[in-house]
């Protein structure tokens, strides 16, 4: 159980396009979805947390209109990388957090990897 | 707001030899603890989680975690590690409030020699 799925598993696109991402909680309600970036070798950065029906939290130096996210149901979120550049291109990774489930855990997705030509 | 320190970015194991990975983290209140493995590519794994009681925690695939409040660590190990077991490794500190976030390590490449 608790499995995440993410679609696509990788994208290439050129800079200037937009390009959606989406995370589905397979078997699961999600009230909480989070959005993290991981750059080669390094770890992973929060970039948002996404809540059922509300707007989207962004971590500090994260552009909200550049990174669009929407989490219209309990099992699916959506991050947009809008007008996307080079320096977009990353590893992409996202997590939900089960409704009523134990807290604190967040179960990953197995990313997406953007590469803005 | 919590911080998570993994002193160690490589680290060689040989083959069946043992391991740990060193995991400090900074955090207000009762922290909640996890361990993730990450292959080449992939997404993450989870090997275990502490959230309160035993402070020794047992993971998957043989791994083990103990949490000690007054070092504040949270360090890995494994009696004998398998070639399967080379990957990258993180700490990660969750908040007790709020939205919960973890914040993450910035991860140990576990690397094994025959």
């Known amino acids: 159980g608790a499995v995440v799925s993410q679609h696509p598993s990788w994208v290439i696109c050129k800079s200037g396009t937009s390009v959606k991402i989406e995370c589905r909680s397979l078997d699961f309600q999600a009230t909480t979805m989070f959005w993290y970036r991981q750059f080669p070798k390094q770890s992973l950065m929060l970039m948002a947390t996404?809540?059922?029906?509300?707007?989207?939290?962004?971590e500090q130096g994260v552009e909200k209109d550049k990174f669009l996210i929407n989490h219209a149901s309990l099992t699916l979120s959506t991050l947009t990388v809008t007008s996307a550049h080079p320096e977009d291109s990353s590893f992409y990774i996202c997590?939900?957090?089960?409704?009523?489930?134990?807290?604190?855990?967040?179960?990953f997705g197995p990313g997406t990897r953007l590469t803005v030509l | 707001a919590q911080s998570v320190t993994q002193p160690d970015i490589h680290i060689t194991v040989s083959e069946g030899a043992s391991l740990e990975l060193r995991c400090n983290y900074s955090?207000?209140?009762?922290?909640?603890l996890f361990w993730y493995v990450q292959s080449p590519g992939q997404g993450l794994q989870l090997l275990l989680k502490?959230?309160?009681?035993?402070?020794l925690v047992q993971g998957i695939k043989g791994f083990e975690a103990e949490f000690k409040r007054s070092q504040s660590s949270f360090n890995l190990r494994k009696p004998s590690v398998h070639w399967s077991d080379a990957a990258e490794y993180f700490c990660?500190?969750?908040?007790?409030?709020?939205?919960?976030?973890?914040?993450f390590g910035t991860g140990t490449r576990l690397l094994v020699s025959p």
């Open positions: 990660a500190v969750g908040a007790s409030t709020g939205f919960q976030k973890l914040v």
């Open positions: 996404s809540n059922e029906g509300s707007k989207a939290t962004y």
């Open positions: 997590s939900a957090r089960q409704a009523g489930g134990p807290g604190i855990e967040q179960f």
């Open positions: 955090y207000g209140a009762t922290p909640y």
């Open positions: 502490y959230f309160s009681g035993d402070t």
